[in-house]
């Protein structure tokens, strides 16, 4: 069992906007602006989409955005498009016992 | 640009340690935390641990006992070794670090698959 919860799946039609929500804590999630959001393609490494809960890194489309409320995470693809079928991973510090911990991951789905 | 490589023996029998290798190229080594993730066949992801130059370390606390992650500055390198593996242990191991960001993964290895059976 995984310390944060993801939707196990989430899908949408090309062009349509979806939210992966990521439910922690207030030890983790909720006491630190440090959620990151990756994206993973089958055999591939994962690739980091999102971090500090709502920054970009260089290179990221926009169409990528994060937000957080409370103890719960977003991760939101707008304008959906067929690239973007993969496995999402949300990302956490925990603080200094645990430190890091992730989601079980949601598949999304381009219908 | 910062790159990564890494490597280390795939096939393991119970009871055997684990060791992989993780080469920084191409940028800074000193002032990163580099970390070791692994992820099971079909599963999510697992934060194994990370070092610094200096060598201090953290640990995913479920697995402190059996995990020493080392580095080796005057090659660029740190690696990873888990003692007494079982078939749990079975997962693609990545080395990954925390470069451009201050606190999350934005440079990952290629990935090392590590199958532990008798």
């Known amino acids: 069992q995984s310390a944060l919860t993801q939707p196990a799946s989430v899908s949408g039609s090309p062009g349509q906007s979806i939210t992966i929500s990521c439910t922690g804590t207030s030890s983790d999630v909720g006491s630190y602006d440090l959620v990151s959001w990756y994206q993973q393609h089958p055999g591939k490494a994962p690739k980091l989409m999102i971090y500090e809960d709502i920054k970009r890194p260089s290179g990221i489309s926009n169409r990528f955005s994060g937000s957080k409320s409370g103890n719960t995470a977003s991760l939101t693809i707008s304008g959906l498009q067929a690239e973007d079928e993969a496995d999402y991973y949300c990302c956490t510090y925990a603080g200094s016992s645990t430190f890091v911990v992730f989601g079980g991951g949601t598949e999304v789905t381009v219908l | 640009q910062v790159q990564v490589q890494q490597w280390g023996a795939g096939l393991l029998k119970p009871s055997e340690t684990l060791s992989l290798t993780c080469a920084v190229y191409g940028g800074s080594f000193s002032g990163n935390f580099w970390s070791w993730i692994r992820q099971p066949p079909g599963k999510g992801l697992e934060w194994i641990g990370e070092?610094?130059?200096?060598?201090?370390?953290n640990y995913n606390p479920s697995l402190k006992s059996r995990v020493i992650i080392s580095v080796d500055t005057s090659k660029n390198q740190f690696s990873l070794k888990l003692t007494s593996v079982t078939a749990a242990d079975t997962a693609v191991y990545y080395c990954?670090?925390?470069?451009?960001?201050?606190?999350?993964?934005?440079?990952w290895g290629q990935g090392t698959m590590v199958t532990v059976s008798t």
């Open positions: 990954a670090g925390v470069v451009s960001t201050d606190d999350a993964f934005d440079i």
């Open positions: 070092i610094n130059h200096r060598g201090t370390t």
